[in-house]
């Protein structure tokens, strides 16, 4: 597809976090136009756009998805994070004795430890602990008396793992919500993607809108005041007997119908223009006051069309298609993840410590440091549910989801090539209207000024001119009306391909932090009035 030279952008570069800039920090002549109660604000479609992606409501709401995502990729991250405890307990105990004696012990306990999950599915703990006991013991053989000890005793490093071997070896549920989330965050990023595609997109169609509109006005506007004019030239020929007094009924029912068809004329364009405010900022009321005037005018720039070229470029880049290569594999990783669920449970354990007792904390340290108490564990265990009917089920259903998701991929396949199609047709058919309208519309002046002419001669009537009055209204609005379908036509073939933002030079780039970003190269103007 070759694109006109004309069209080209030259927005500055913004973006979704050139939302935070004030917009009179904003580049074009939108910025040097600040909203107000004064004159309307005269914009080009390159101002609108600007606009529109710093302050466009869809827009910040969407650039919120692709945070969203990554808040939520970092929560599945942080099944990887360890642990860590400490710990500290005093312990008072006078314990009595069946001879009548008792027993009074206090206690410190210190615990430590680190605990976590690995990558290869592994649980893993390191843990420390030390005890030291102080009391005394009343004595049977000389009541009264009371022996007195000291105690401790404790483990270092005890390290324990346990790794599956079957179930839970290949993926387990925090493997399968982290692959998951990174999916989920590629798939926030496309969808702030189309809906910046269709947003600019939005606004050149709201634009040519309300081009169409005010053209209608003047169309309407001019038809008033030459139907006026023929009302007052009837009542002229009228006075002097060379028409029918009847003759100014015919006069007088075009002018107002012609005034009627203004008014409605005039309150399109006020739709028109609340529609295309709507889209390019966040403060209706700010805009309404001053109203927003378009600088630019409907053009016919050529656009060569070929449906091989937009079809493959729509099939590479529609963000709806990868959303549902996302889709599936989000579900193919489901059926994975329930698959080894099925599995039995066939755990590798293992553990090794350090201990030490003695009379106290001192002893319990030199034998933590010369490893003469080791502490290891080895060994296997295996469990497995009674019946797979339940993992069975959710098998069946997953897999059931993972082919819905293949046909639906096929499915946009060929919607969307219909789309392109479709789009391609629309260019073709609005083009040749122009050409169709354009020559309409000469006959129809050519027309009304010969039979202008007539009836300057006498050769003609007031009914056969006013009607040819009407039939060039028609044929003015006509070509108006195709002039901004073609217009739209283009506008809507580049977001079937996927193709608007990189028309209009905006580059689109995820930041999860701060949200979807859009950002723009300066290049030459694309739709000059």
Request: charged letters at 20%; proline letters at 4%; glycine letters at 6%.
């Amino acid at each position: 597809m070759k694109c006109p030279l004309s069209w080209r952008s030259s927005i500055s570069r913004i973006g979704f976090a050139g939302a935070l800039l004030v917009y009179g920090h904003l580049p074009g002549k939108g910025a040097e136009a600040m909203p107000g109660a004064g004159a309307p604000q005269v914009l080009s479609l390159q101002d609108c756009i600007t606009t529109a992606l710093a302050r466009n409501f869809d827009l910040r709401i969407n650039r919120q998805e692709p945070v969203i995502a990554a808040g939520r990729l970092d929560s599945a991250l942080g099944a990887y994070s360890p642990t860590v405890s400490f710990g500290v307990e005093r312990e008072h105990a006078n314990t009595p004795t069946a001879g009548g004696t008792s027993t009074i012990s206090n206690s410190t306990a210190t615990t430590a430890g680190v605990a976590g999950l690995l990558p290869s599915g592994a649980t893993y703990s390191v843990a420390a602990n030390l005890t030291a006991s102080t009391g005394s013991q009343s004595s049977l053989a000389l009541p009264g008396t009371f022996t007195s000890y000291t105690a401790a005793q404790g483990t270092l490093a005890l390290i324990e793992i346990t790794q599956p071997l079957l179930k839970n070896r290949r993926i387990d549920s925090a493997r399968l919500a982290l692959r998951q989330g990174r999916l989920a965050l590629r798939s926030a990023e496309l969808t702030a993607f189309q809906q910046a595609m269709e947003t600019v997109a939005g606004v050149e169609q709201a634009y040519f809108d309300l081009l169409a509109a005010r053209e209608t006005v003047r169309v309407k506007q001019s038809a008033l005041h030459l139907a006026e004019q023929s009302l007052a030239d009837t009542r002229n020929r009228i006075s002097i007997g060379s028409l029918a007094p009847l003759d100014e009924k015919d006069a007088q029912s075009l002018a107002a119908s012609s005034r009627a068809d203004l008014l409605s004329s005039q309150q399109n364009l006020r739709q028109k223009e609340n529609a295309l405010i709507a889209l390019v900022t966040d403060s209706f009321t700010e805009w309404r006051l001053a109203g927003l005037q378009p600088m630019d005018t409907l053009r016919a720039d050529p656009w060569e069309t070929d449906y091989a070229s937009s079809a493959g470029r729509a099939l590479s880049n529609r963000p709806e298609l990868e959303q549902i290569h996302l889709a599936l594999d989000q579900l193919e990783l489901d059926v994975r993840y329930k698959e080894d669920q099925r599995h039995p449970s066939v755990d590798l354990k293992g553990s090794y410590a350090v201990q030490g007792a003695g009379a106290g904390p001192n002893s319990v340290l030199s034998q933590w440091r010369e490893t003469d108490h080791p502490y290891y564990t080895i060994g296997v265990t295996v469990s497995f549910p009674w019946s797979e009917r339940g993992s069975r089920g959710a098998i069946s259903a997953a897999r059931g989801q993972a082919e819905q998701a293949r046909l639906q991929l096929a499915q946009q396949r060929e919607v969307i090539l219909g789309e392109v199609d479709s789009a391609i047709v629309a260019v073709r058919s609005d083009a040749e209207r122009i050409t169709a309208t354009r020559e309409a519309r000469a006959f129809a002046e050519d027309a009304l000024e010969a039979e202008k002419q007539k009836l300057a001669t006498g050769t003609s009537t007031t009914f056969a001119v006013l009607q040819l009055q009407r039939n060039l209204v028609s044929a003015q609005a006509d070509e108006i009306q195709a002039l901004a379908d073609y217009n739209k036509a283009l506008s809507t073939l580049r977001l079937r391909e996927a193709a608007t933002l990189e028309f209009w030079r905006i580059k689109f780039a995820a930041d999860p932090v701060g949200g979807g970003a859009l950002a723009t190269n300066s290049t030459s103007s694309p739709y000059q009035p």
